[in-house]
């Protein structure tokens, strides 16, 4: 029998395994009835995944996602809670231009023009899909709540989950990494429910700022069908946020509420 590799196990030696697959829908800007991704690209992904800084913009399930009706993809970002850490990985794909705000500033409604040049609609449909990650003990309940948190920080960028959204929110930690065990007795630590606080402020906040990367770093692009979705223009967010003098703030860090 032809053993596969997934990850660092051979096909064969893992007894069970449950994978977590989200989507979110680029159909305007990729081929999707196509069936251009085979069965090797998904193995030579999976076998070539590395530790270390995350791409962002557009790459990976990235390439063809609208934020905002800009060119949205990956954005990631994390914050330090006393000893642990919340980090933050964002698909972002949804949203109307007039919707899109940054550090609390109406960005849409200040760059109205770049619309997409999308044959046939452009409407708000799609979906953005979040995966937050902590060192944090947190056991299933508790790490529930801190994905419930993800929505806020949605909204903090102009999200409303609109009609066409399937957004999915997910978090895990990695603390107690011999929890499983298939006999014998499994001891945990728990962060007290009191304690989770700073968490979801950290969560939300990662969440705000995963986005606003993603915009900021994705690169226009056209696609399937000619169709055209353009890039967030940084010197115009420049500008933007210094007519509600917000760009000093932020630059100094010192923006109280706004992107760290």
């Known amino acids: 029998m032809n053993k596969e590799k997934l990850g660092n196990a051979e096909i064969g030696e893992v007894s069970w395994s449950l994978p977590v697959v989200g989507e979110t829908w680029d159909g305007r800007l990729n081929d999707i009835n196509g069936f251009h991704v085979r069965r090797e690209h998904a193995f030579e992904a999976l076998n070539s995944a590395l530790g270390g800084p ?19 993809g990956i954005g990631t970002s994390s914050r330090m809670v ?7 990985l964002v698909q972002a794909n949804y949203g109307l231009r007039e919707q899109l705000m940054i550090a609390g500033v109406p960005v849409g409604l200040e760059i109205s023009d ?5 044959k046939g609609e452009s409407g708000e449909g799609g979906s953005i899909i979040a995966v937050v990650a902590t060192d944090a003990p947190l056991l299933p309940h508790q790490l529930k709540r801190l ?5 806020m920080g949605v909204a903090r960028v102009g999200g409303v989950a609109g009609n066409g959204s399937g957004d999915i929110f997910i978090a895990f930690s990695t603390a107690n990494p011999g929890a499983w065990r298939k006999t014998g007795k499994s001891e945990l630590v728990m962060l007290s429910n009191d304690g989770m606080t700073p968490l979801f402020e950290a969560s939300v906040q990662a969440v705000e700022e995963a986005i606003v990367n993603a915009l900021t770093v994705a690169e226009a692009m056209t696609g399937f069908n000619g169709n055209t979705v353009y890039a967030l223009p940084h010197e115009r967010l420049r500008d933007v946020l210094r007519k509600y003098n917000r760009l000093e703030e932020l630059e100094s860090g010192i923006c109280d509420g706004c992107n760290r």
Do not use: S, W
Request: glycine share 28%; charged share 15%.
């Open 147 to 151: 994905a419930r948190r993800v929505g």
């Open 82 to 88: 006393d000893v642990y850490t919340v980090g933050v």
């Open 114 to 118: 770049l619309m997409p040049g999308i």
């Open 54 to 72: 995350v791409g962002e913009g557009n790459v990976g399930g990235g390439t063809g996602m609208m934020c905002h009706q800009f060119k949205g």
